[in-house]
């Protein structure tokens, strides 16, 4: 058998070097495949902001062994303080800091999106085993007698590339699903994002603090937290698709705006929160979309893996988390079964129902969070009697999450 062709036989595509593709790639490579990892990027940029990485996330960072360098970009918030957004009043707060590394094995992070995905591309460039192409978009994918052929522009050319399988890491637009699997369409949530990055010198003092603020209004809410070793702060504000044209655009692009415009469509939020609206920085846009819930991930040797299989809305914060345990349990499919057919089925198998409880706990989390009137006076009550302690205990099922190990039963 010549070189080229064994190189073939034993490598693994995979269409978008996202968080999900990135840390797929390590563990099929830990596996004992050779991967390349296609992304339609000509460099991967500082997009997005901050992310809050839950101990489940941190148990597949730490399985990688990149939990230290993770935690030397991160922070560790000590509480979630939760505010109502009208009154500016405090609702409830929950601890986190070191009970929830005893409760749960690993540590509760935010990070830059950006840290997580730099950190998890030097690990993917010091892997011999790991090709990453930038600048290279999946168009689609056909599959052989041989395996797989996939056909992607690289630098204005079409090109056709070989291997035993493809992962579709591509997110929630993705090709591979739309093009290659079930021709699913991601759906608008009627919602968006308004997401800034401030440097904590331009924070207001009462602002400044080690923990994840969240301000809950009707229709609407805001979330704040320092990243980057507390150098900056990263501030994420999600409103239903009405404020659009309060804020003056009309159409999903994605663009800048300044405070000056979102400040006029918030109008009645109390000052502790609209003040952040009075600095000089630059909010960008991002429409909120969803997958409904898919009943196959795989057919054959394709399979997808993150957002391009579960995209889900952020109010449970577990996207990346999610996108994290699939590539750890693809991984470990992977090495426990004979064909790659078998281990996509056993994967799937292992993730679906899980990714679909959290993606509509993330759908209630939204109701609850954006309640008016009555109902939002009801909610902060149930809250402020509950406290901060069982509200924790609640996302147990999510946070206390075991990576799968040794051979599936
Ligand atoms: C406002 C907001 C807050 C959030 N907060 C949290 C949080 O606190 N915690 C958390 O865990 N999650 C959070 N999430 C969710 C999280 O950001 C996503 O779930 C996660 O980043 C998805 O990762 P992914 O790798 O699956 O997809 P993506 O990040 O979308 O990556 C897909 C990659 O594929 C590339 N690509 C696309 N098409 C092609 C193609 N045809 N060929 C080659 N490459 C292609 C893209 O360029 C991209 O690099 C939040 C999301 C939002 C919007």
Redesign the pocket.
């Known amino acids: 058998m010549d070189a080229h062709f064994e190189k073939e036989r034993r490598t693994i595509m995979i269409?978008?070097?996202?968080?999900?593709?990135?840390a797929s790639a390590l563990f099929i490579a830990r596996a004992g495949y050779r991967v390349e990892v296609?992304?339609?990027?000509k460099k991967?940029d500082p997009v997005?902001s901050?992310?809050?990485?839950?101990p489940n996330?941190m148990q597949v960072l730490a399985e990688l062994g990149l939990d230290k360098q993770i935690e030397a970009t991160a922070n560790a918030p000590v509480g979630i303080e939760i505010f109502n957004g009208r009154s500016g009043r405090k609702i409830t707060d929950i601890r986190l800091g070191n009970e929830i590394t005893q409760r749960y094995g690993q540590p509760y992070l935010v990070i830059h999106?950006a840290d997580l995905q730099e950190t998890l591309l030097n690990a993917c460039l010091r892997e011999p085993d790991i090709l990453i192409r930038l600048g290279?978009?999946?168009?689609d994918a056909v599959s052989h007698a041989n395996g797989i052929t996939a056909i992607?522009d690289t630098n204005q050319k079409t090109d056709n590339y070989r291997g035993i399988a493809l992962i579709g890491?591509?997110?929630?637009?993705?090709?591979?699903r739309r093009e290659c699997l079930l021709g699913k369409y991601s759906v608008s949530t009627k919602t968006f994002?308004l997401?800034a990055l401030v440097e904590s010198q331009e924070m207001p003092l009462v602002l400044r603090s080690n923990r994840i603020k969240m301000w809950l209004a009707p229709d609407a809410h805001a979330v704040v937290y320092p990243v980057r070793g507390g150098h900056y702060y990263s501030i994420?504000i999600?409103l239903p698709d009405k404020f659009k044209l309060l804020l003056g655009f009309e159409y999903d692009i994605q663009d800048e705006f300044t405070g000056k415009n979102i400040a006029a469509g918030l109008g009645k939020w109390n000052t502790k929160f609209t003040q952040l609206l009075k600095l000089n920085t630059k909010w960008t846009f991002?429409p909120?979309k969803t997958l409904p819930q898919l009943k196959a991930w795989t057919e054959e040797n394709i399979a997808l893996?993150?957002?391009?299989a579960h995209?889900?809305t952020?109010h449970a914060?577990?996207?990346?988390?999610?996108?994290l345990e699939d590539a750890a349990v693809l991984g470990w499919a992977i090495s426990t079964t004979k064909t790659l057919p078998e281990a996509f089925q056993l994967y799937q198998n292992r993730r679906i129902k899980r990714t679909s409880a959290i993606s509509r706990l993330s759908e209630t989390n939204r109701t609850i969070y954006q309640l008016p009137g009555a109902l939002a006076f009801f909610r902060n009550l149930r809250m402020r009697i509950m406290g901060g302690d069982k509200i924790l205990a609640r996302q147990d099922w999510i946070y206390s999450w075991k990576l799968p190990k040794g051979k599936p039963e």
């Open positions: 269409s978008g070097a996202g968080i999900a593709g990135l296609f992304e339609k990027a991967l997005g901050g992310l809050q990485l839950t996330a999106r290279s978009e999946l168009r992607a890491a591509d997110g929630v637009d993705s090709i591979t994002a997401r994420v999600i991002w909120l893996v993150g957002d391009a995209a889900m952020p914060a577990q996207g990346a988390a999610m996108g």
